[in-house]
T-cell receptor, first 118, second 114 residues
Framework: DTEVTQTPKHLVMGMTNKKSLKCEQH?????MYWYKQKAKKPPELMFV???????INESVPSRFSPECPNSSLLNLHLHALQPEDSALYLC?????????????????FGQGTRLTVV | AQSVAQPEDQVNVAEGNPLTVKCTYS??????LFWYVQYPNRGLQFLLK??????LVKGSYGFEAEFNKSQTSFHLKKPSALVSDSALYFC????????????FGAGTRLFVKA
């Protein structure tokens, strides 16, 4: 199984709502990521988890809250979002550990959640 | 600081002709270089990577890329383009000492005309 599965595929939420994005992989990867992608732009890294611990937070606003319940699951909790947060949210995973040769491992991406904040 | 440049917003090529999508990079230390492809409303799919060794790297779907250290380039190539290759292509770089922070280029849209 070389898939990263994201749910839901589409999400529309109001600015006062609380919602969660879910990501799952069963490849035994120990690094998992959240990216945000605006239309016709490259993905922007938000968070990195390594061995279920938060390794990198790219100064993301606190209205985005990541969670890694176990080695296969990654969640992104959303609260009080703004319309400008509307984007494609991509989850990814990779085999490598932090630094060293692990940096040379490729990432596997899910198909994303299209989020619209109204 | 790491950076990646994809100088062309769009590349147009006729089906059956060779294609090249350009990428140059800047990174401290040894680079790890990647190409990904993205189809509309989908995630990114890994095509190929350069870590070390042979400068010519072969990847998925007949794509290959050549690592050129002196020119700090990693251009994506394919000998014969297919209409189904039309998509958005991203070059990415990760520094050997940079852990998991991968920097993506702005992307190049490839349009293959039948």
């Amino acid at each position: 199984d070389t898939e990263v599965t994201q749910t839901p595929k589409h999400l529309v939420m109001g600015m006062t709502n609380k919602k969660s994005l879910k990501c799952e992989q069963h490849m035994g990867h120990r690094a998992m990521y959240w990216y945000k992608q605006k239309a016709k732009k490259p993905p922007e890294l938000m968070f990195v988890y390594s061995y279920e611990k938060l390794s990198i937070n790219e100064s993301v606003p606190s209205r985005f809250s990541p969670e890694c319940p176990n080695s296969s699951l990654l969640n992104l909790h959303l609260h009080a979002l703004q319309p400008e947060d509307s984007a494609l949210y991509l989850c990814a995973s990779s085999q490598g550990v932090f630094g060293g040769m692990g940096a040379g491992t490729e990432a596997f991406f899910g198909q994303g959640t299209r989020l619209t904040v109204v | 600081a790491q950076s990646v440049a994809q100088p062309e917003d769009q590349v147009n090529v006729a089906e059956g002709n060779p294609l090249t999508v350009k990428c140059t990079y800047s990174v401290s230390g040894n680079p790890y270089l990647f190409w990904y492809v993205q189809y509309p409303n989908r995630g990114l799919q890994f095509l190929l990577k350069y870590i070390t060794g042979d400068n010519l790297v072969k990847g998925s779907y007949g794509f290959e890329a050549e690592f050129n250290k002196s020119q700090t380039s990693f251009h994506l190539k394919k000998p014969s383009a297919l209409v189904s290759d039309s998509a958005l292509y991203f070059c990415a770089v990760r520094a050997g000492t940079g852990g998991f922070k991968t920097i993506f280029g702005a992307g190049t849209r490839l349009f293959v005309k039948a």
